[in-house]
């Protein structure tokens, strides 16, 4: 998993994270290690992923191979240098990996979907008539996404009264949602859609991401464009992204898509992948619960679908941009990935360990994503991405009113 992280008095740079250690890429190219792959290793010094990644493909895997071969028990070369270039991650200070130019959030998770439709129009079909057809989307705010380990802090907004009325407060149901997000790794001209065959040569790696949701504020402001203040107060990215190459022993069909999608979306090959996911919760002074464990073959559109989607258009995509999947559930109660499922709007509390229950998410809750892969004998880690809510912002004073 690649990263950005700083200890001591050391600006941030790349770093690959080991266990519970980081191999300093900047250190191990100044040493010499990658001076025979043909490119400046000073893109290891760099306070975001992105001229690294900007490198290519064939580059990616060149530094990945030469990076296992290091870190690999039989290996060597490295321990004379082992105390310079390997760092406890207790000693690091970790950065976003990316430089974000744009945010995309698909909804992609047809179980959520499914889910919120039974809440909001009991009488009607859970799935609006596009859903099966497009991967439908909302264009979200980059500059509030931060890295794991930030706290939250409880927006306020506009949201419907007791009579319909709009009034305005805190927002009483924050929520979180347990989602992936897609890497962009390479740029496609604007104007030129990329073809669904081409569409995962265009995704870096994955990494976990938490939609943070004021649903209040969301169900109120929705209708007639889509999510905004509801959304836009924070979203959390996790400090470390795992090369997509290294997901292929994970890789499994996806559902049945009925209708048959239109070309443009059409693939033979195997998009999904067998990825775990989990969700915890910690309330203040309590201990951490499991609240919700699924898994990313759930998803009714595959990460290819999403980019030759985004981009039939001629939308142009940039490196370090950033795709989320959407709200990720499974079939069953107990892997639903927000609380508006869990607790079903409010209805159904969920009780924690300590005893208490939860609708929606209170100050001081803790809540951690997970993900892991395990097959045929094949580990990866998706590491986590965590995030605590702090009380609504109350400034010292209230400004006095323009005379």
């Known amino acids: 998993m690649y990263g950005i992280f700083s200890y001591d008095i050391g600006s941030p740079r790349v770093g690959y994270k080991h266990g519970q250690q980081i191999l300093d890429l900047e250190i191990v190219g100044l040493l010499g290690f990658f001076k025979d792959l043909g490119f400046d290793p ?22 990945g191979e030469r990076i296992r071969h290091l870190l690999s028990d039989d290996e060597s070369a490295l321990n004379d240098v082992r105390a310079q270039v390997l760092i406890h991650e207790d000693r690091a200070r970790l950065h976003l990996p990316v430089r974000i130019g744009d945010y995309t959030d698909f909804y992609a998770g047809i179980y959520h979907a499914e889910n919120v439709g039974r809440m909001f129009r009991p ?7 596009n859903y099966r057809h497009l991967p439908v989307a909302y264009h979200g705010r980059a500059s509030s996404i931060v890295v794991s380990g930030t706290p939250i802090r409880r927006p306020s907004g ?65 209708q007639p464009l889509g999510p905004f203040l509801g959304k836009n107060f924070g979203s959390s990215l996790s400090a470390w992204v795992v090369p997509l190459i290294d997901l292929e022993p994970f890789r499994v069909a996806g559902p049945v898509q009925e209708p048959t999608p239109l070309p443009y979306l059409q ?68 892997g639903y990935g927000s609380l508006l499922e869990l607790s079903w709007n409010g209805n159904r509390p969920l009780r924690l360990s300590d005893g208490s229950q939860r609708t929606f998410l209170q100050d001081g809750d803790t809540v951690t994503l997970r993900g892991w892969g395990n097959k045929n004998g094949v580990r990866i880690d998706l590491d986590e991405v965590t995030g605590s809510i702090l009380p609504v912002f109350r400034p010292a004073k209230h400004p006095q009113a323009i005379q």
Not at 44 to 61: H, V
Request: hydrophobic share 40%; glycine share 10%.
């Open 267 to 334: 693939t033979a090959r195997d998009g999904h992948f067998d990825l775990q996911v989990e969700v915890a919760l910690r309330p203040l002074d309590g201990d951490e619960m499991i609240i919700s464990r699924t898994n990313t073959r759930h998803l009714y559109w595959s990460f290819a679908q999403m980019v030759a989607h985004h981009t039939v258009n001629g939308c142009n995509l940039n490196i370090g941009d950033v795709l989320a999947t959407g709200t990720i559930s499974g079939p069953d109660p107990g």
């Open 123 to 129: 009488n009607g079909e859970p799935l609006l008539p």
């Open 158 to 222: 506009q949201m419907s009264g007791v009579d319909g009325q709009p009034v305005f407060g805190p927002s009483q149901a924050l929520d979180f949602e347990l989602e992936v997000g897609l890497i962009i790794g390479k740029s496609n001209p604007l104007g030129e859609p990329v073809p669904i065959a081409e569409a995962e040569d265009y995704i870096f790696g994955i990494t976990l991401f938490n939609d943070w949701s004021a649903r209040d504020i969301q169900r109120w402001e929705y």
């Open 42 to 63: 000073a893109v290891f010094a760099r306070p975001a992923l992105n001229q690294f990644i900007a490198l290519g493909k064939p580059i990616w895997q060149a530094v």
